[in-house]
């Protein structure tokens, strides 16, 4: 068998913890609306560290777990939306501290779906082009791009790192994976860059933020994230009960209870640790798969989904026996 296996996972967030009730004094916002419309109590927001700093820490544990040196990685990627520099890319600067030799290192951006994107993009150069062990990261601070004055978007996101080593095995991994994009949504959920200037000498102040149609993106996720489900399911030949475990993005409490709803999914099943960690864009699901190995709520020798959506538009899953 040529597959790909998850040979380890690692994750990190900075320190700093901000509770619902920081946001009551800065926007017109409470807690209670902010955990029935969302399900969010607390997130983590980077003070110093930069997203290649979380990376970093999140490599190190993913290493560490997968017992695996840097000097046996063949392959790097990360997906991020919010790299230290527009260049180099994250992946680069990882490379430099973890003290990787020369192999293909690059940055991805799928948005929220970015790790999806990374999981596919590995699996193939693995098994088409013979890389052994690839480090993919998904890795973000979007509070850098965060406006904290708007209160449609300020409460949901946060910074975080989630790890993963992947080895090429003889034992089933990675089943199948499954991307999509809808570029005429685009306009829904953006992040801007610095806008262009009618006079190139100019040097504007203005700073990027996100902006987002959220009532749209809701609909959109809601749709989605159990139709691709589907999809896995119908191209693995196996039903819904053949799951152990759906680790959805998590982006909203009830877009995740929807899409239980709608699988007939036991809702205990679907993991959910947005809770503490809010919208963490690509690093989401790489942290909620290490916390549920860790947890041991993911056991060596179950199967399991994943599945993202997020700006683009972008969607996708996979099927993976842990
Ligand atoms: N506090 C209080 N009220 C708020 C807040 C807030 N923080 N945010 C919005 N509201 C208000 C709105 O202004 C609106 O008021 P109005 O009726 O007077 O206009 C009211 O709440 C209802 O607005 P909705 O948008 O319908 O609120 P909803 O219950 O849908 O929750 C939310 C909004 C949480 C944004 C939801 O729509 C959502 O989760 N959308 C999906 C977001 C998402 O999944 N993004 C994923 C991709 S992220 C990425 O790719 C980086």
Known sequence: MNATKILGTGSYVPDNIVHNKTFEKMVETSDEWIQTRTGIKSR???????????????????????????????????????????????????????KC????????NA?????????????????????????IIGAETLSKFTDFEDRNTCV?????????????????GIEDVILHSEGDLEGLLRMESYPLKKDFKTIENKRPFISMNGRDV?????TVLPSVIRELLEKTHSTIEDLDLIIAHQANKRIIDKAARSLEFPR?????????????????????IDEAIKSGR?????????????????????IIQY
């Open 156 to 172: 949901l996101f946060a910074d975080a790192a989630g790890a993963m080593i992947l080895g090429r095995s003889e034992q089933p």
């Open 268 to 288: 205990e099943r679907m993991y959910l640790n947005i809770e503490s960690f809010g919208n963490t864009s690509a690093a989401s699901v790489p942290l909620a």
């Open 111 to 135: 948005a929220c779906t970015g790790f999806v994107y990374a999981l596919e993009i590995a699996d193939k150069m693995m098994k088409n082009d013979g890389y052994k062990k690839a480090l």
């Open 44 to 98: 983590h927001i980077t003070l110093e560290e930069n997203t290649s700093d979380l990376a970093y820490e999140a490599a190190k544990k993913a290493m560490a777990s997968a017992k695996t040196n840097a000097s046996e990685i063949d392959l790097i990627i990360v997906a991020t939306v919010t790299g230290d520099y527009f260049f180099p890319g994250v992946a680069q600067l990882l490379q430099r501290r973890l």
């Open 218 to 222: 809701f609909r959109f996720a809601t």
């Open 298 to 318: 993911l056991k060596k020798g179950m199967r399991f989904a994943c599945a993202a959506f997020g700006a683009g538009l972008t969607w996708g899953g996979a």
């Open 101 to 108: 030799r020369n192999i293909p290192a690059f940055d991805i």
